[in-house]
């Protein structure tokens, strides 16, 4: 929470000033009832029109007086309740952008944006009411109750039994609200992560003829939260009518209590009485109204607190967590004549389990609890090694599962190692800056992405400043200049979210220009050619050898036919490196590549080989 209340600093002033202009508001709805009881005991009843009109002035212009404190406090509230949200949503952004693969991986995507969003609203409305209640609200129930003692001590007295009521109300909805809004959390979760899965995967949805069945999933789930909110409200609601009940009926045993203390007195004494009582019990009557409002918006806090808190626990997850990836201490600045470097060094890697929300269990005594056995999680690679140099092609291929994209992942960082070590420009990657290693890599992720913009705004998120011609340039190599060109408005073309609007082999060859036009020492390809028809692919590894010779380019592969030309192939198989060579080389050594290139290549390409042994 601590955390969570720093965030407010910034908006300090605005914050006291709300809080200022609240508490000189409720001064006022305070001094209100005393000059309406004096209207009608001084005034009215009396009919003495010199005092009337003098204290209707006065009222008047406390009114107004409690107008304009109440529009600067929503003004200022405002302010301090917009900034507060900006800065807290920014901080949960950027926090969410630094953790690791990791850290996404263990709690979710679709968790993730309801964490930053929902979960951040919940707990930004109720610091913020507490906060701006802090003040007021002792004042209202501390200066109600004075007051109302002032006028009459046995009907203030009578008026306390409210507070234990409401106690014990706000007590029971708790005990019910607490675990409800606990499930709503979770099925928010379900239902964006259901969303996010429809919208993503809506051609393979459609492919397979599965709307209606992913439309039923959506209902179910959609269903299951309106039902679970709509019990949650219900509950909420029916605290206002009998908190409202409870209310009328004090009033009404207050009214009553005052009409028998007159049906006891004579009739001269009764009318003077009643010139003193009426206007009194309308103040007493304000009054209690007050209390009772304050202790309502006691409750009503109290009963929001436990929903903010669980949402608090959950944005406490990303707020704690610390990334795997952590920048150096003290970065190491690498030597200009290693630029463009691998290394592999005796490189083990395995995932970390992901650690499943646990559900609440019935109590077990500590002497009887057992640790539970930590998960024995298989190495996704083995003691990889390999070195790379500027110039060089190295290729990585073997069959699905076998570790490559894992391989590719370790380059830039976006997992540490579990055993050895990669190195960078002759620096091991845990001891470079993160944004050295930015810059010097250019990593083309499997999955080809694009952001919504137009082209040249997703070529130049490789390089802000790349002009036009820098922008065309890529393209070519890339392969992509030609349907780029045909298009009406050329590098000024849409592109829709994720790039929806082109074909897979199109994004590839995109998000290789993008990649290219950075200028990096290091190009990554994991699997970036594998929506492109064998010409393309073949002019586009040409294209590359002929402008990137300066480059240490890493491929990986399905097809032999793009590892071919590689200066060395690395052959995995189950996280191992069976085999590393060049094309001709593993074919004589390596049973794994001959069995792969037996079943993509004819057999006189294989025989080739074996003749020349």
């Known amino acids: 929470m601590k955390k969570v209340l720093s965030m407010l600093k910034p908006h300090t002033g605005f914050l006291i000033l709300s809080i ?29 029109m010199e005092k009337l009109v003098e204290l209707c002035l006065a009222l008047l212009g406390f009114t107004l007086l409690s107008i304009v404190t109440s529009i600067a406090n929503t003004y200022f509230s405002t302010k301090t309740s917009v900034g507060y949200a900006i800065t807290m949503r920014n901080y949960i952004f950027d926090k969410v952008s630094r953790l690791s693969h990791s850290d996404i991986d263990k709690i979710g995507v679709a968790s993730l944006v309801t964490r930053t969003t929902n979960d951040v609203r919940q707990v930004h409305d109720i610091v913020l009411n507490t906060l701006k209640s802090l003040v007021p609200i002792p004042i209202m129930l501390v200066g109600g109750l004075v007051l109302a003692f002032s006028l009459n001590p046995e009907l203030a007295k009578l008026s306390l039994w409210a507070i234990p009521v409401l106690a014990v109300l706000a007590v029971v909805l708790i005990s019910i609200i607490m675990p409800l809004y ?80 007159a049906n006891d007195l004579d009739i001269v004494t009764q009318e003077e009485e009643i010139l003193h009582t009426i206007p009194n019990m309308y103040a007493f009557i304000s009054y209690f109204t007050l209390i009772i409002g304050a202790l309502t918006s006691v409750v009503s806090i109290v009963v929001s607190i436990p929903r903010a808190s669980i949402s608090g626990k959950r944005i406490k997850v990303i707020m704690d967590a610390v990334s795997d990836i952590l920048p150096p201490e003290n970065p190491v600045t690498p030597k200009k004549e290693d630029a463009g470097k691998l290394e592999f060094s005796n490189v083990s890697f395995k995932y970390k389990p992901v650690i499943k929300e646990e559900k609440k269990k019935r109590f077990v005594p500590k002497s009887k609890k057992k640790k539970p056995a930590e998960p024995q999680i298989p190495f996704e690679l083995k003691n990889v090694s390999f070195e790379s140099r500027p110039g060089e092609t190295t290729a990585i291929i073997g069959i699905t599962g076998s570790g490559k994209t894992t391989l590719c992942n370790l380059i830039p960082r976006l997992y540490d190692v579990t055993e050895g070590e990669v190195k960078l420009a002759g620096v091991n990657v845990k001891d470079l800056d993160p944004a050295e290693i930015g810059e010097r890599i250019a990593f083309i992720p499997q999955q080809a992405f694009l952001f919504s913009g137009t082209i040249a705004d997703n070529i130049r998120f490789g390089k802000k400043d790349a002009t036009d011609a820098e922008i065309w340039h890529a393209l070519e190599i890339a392969q992509a200049k030609s349907f780029v060109a045909s298009m009406p408005d050329g590098i000024d073309s849409f592109v829709s979210q994720a790039g929806k609007n082109y074909s897979g082999g199109q994004k590839q060859r995109l998000a290789i220009a993008r990649a290219i036009v950075k200028g990096a020492e290091v190009i990554v390809f994991d699997d970036s050619f594998s929506a492109l028809d064998l010409a393309t692919d073949a002019r586009l590894r040409a294209s590359l050898r002929e402008n990137l010779s300066d480059a240490n380019i890493i491929i990986v592969a399905q097809r032999v036919g793009t590892v071919l030309n590689a200066d060395r192939i690395i052959v995995l198989d189950g996280g191992n490196v069976v085999g590393q060579g060049t094309h001709k080389e593993l074919l004589k050594t390596c049973e794994t590549y001959r069995e792969i290139v037996a079943t993509q290549l004819s057999e006189e390409a294989l025989k080739e080989v074996d003749d020349d042994e």
């Not at 001064?27 to 009608?40: C, E, N």
């Not at 992913?214 to 209902?219: A, K």
């Open 20 to 48: 200022v202009f609240s508490t000189v508001n409720t001064l006022l709805q305070l001094l209100i009832p005393l000059y309406t009881k004096d209207i009608l005991a001084e005034g009215i009843l009396e009919y003495n």
């Open 182 to 261: 606990s499930k709503v959390q979770k099925l928010v979760d379900k239902m964006n992560q259901i969303m996010r899965e429809k919208i993503s995967g809506i051609r393979v949805i459609r492919a397979f003829n599965k709307s209606e069945y992913e439309d039923d999933r959506f209902m179910k789930a959609n269903l299951e939260l309106t039902g679970l909110s709509l019990k949650a409200s219900r509950i909420m609601a029916g605290f206002l009518p009998i908190l409202t009940l409870l209310m009328y009926t004090l009033i009404c045993v207050i009214i009553y209590l005052c009409v028998m203390a």
